[in-house]
Every structure is written in C-alpha cells, then in structure tokens.
C-alpha cells in the first residue's frame, strides 16, 4: 500500500469516530512532533502484540489442561 492510500485510509476511519474524547485525544496526538507520534503507537504497538500473546500462551495452557483431564 503507497502513502497516498494509507493516508487515505487512516482519514476515512478518523471520519468513522464519534467519540468526542477519543478525537481530542487524536488531536491532542497529532498536534505533537512525528517522533513522539510515532514512540505513542509503538508503545501500544507492543502492548497489544504482548497482549495478544499472552493471551495466546493462556489458551494454549487451557487446551493442555483440557487434554490433560479427558
């Protein structure tokens, strides 16, 4: 995907937001520097793929368990 469709994109979802906190917090963002935009996005980048396999690990201790005790 070039520049232009993702900044297309990214403008065609903030459009789709209602939630007025959620748009100044947007805002907020996006009045800062590039830099800090992008150390924001990369730290919750990281929180959700840590999440995610975290939760991953979870489910697949629960599958253990499950075969365990059949």
Excluded: C, P
């Amino acid at each position: 995907m070039d520049k232009l469709q993702l900044k297309d994109r990214i403008i065609a979802r903030i459009t789709e937001i209602d939630d007025e906190k959620l748009l100044n917090a947007l805002d907020r963002l996006l009045e800062t520097s590039n830099e800090n935009v992008a150390t924001v996005i990369g730290a919750v980048n990281n929180k959700l793929q840590h999440g995610y396999k975290k939760e991953n690990e979870d489910f697949n201790n629960y599958i253990k368990e499950w075969v365990k005790n059949m």
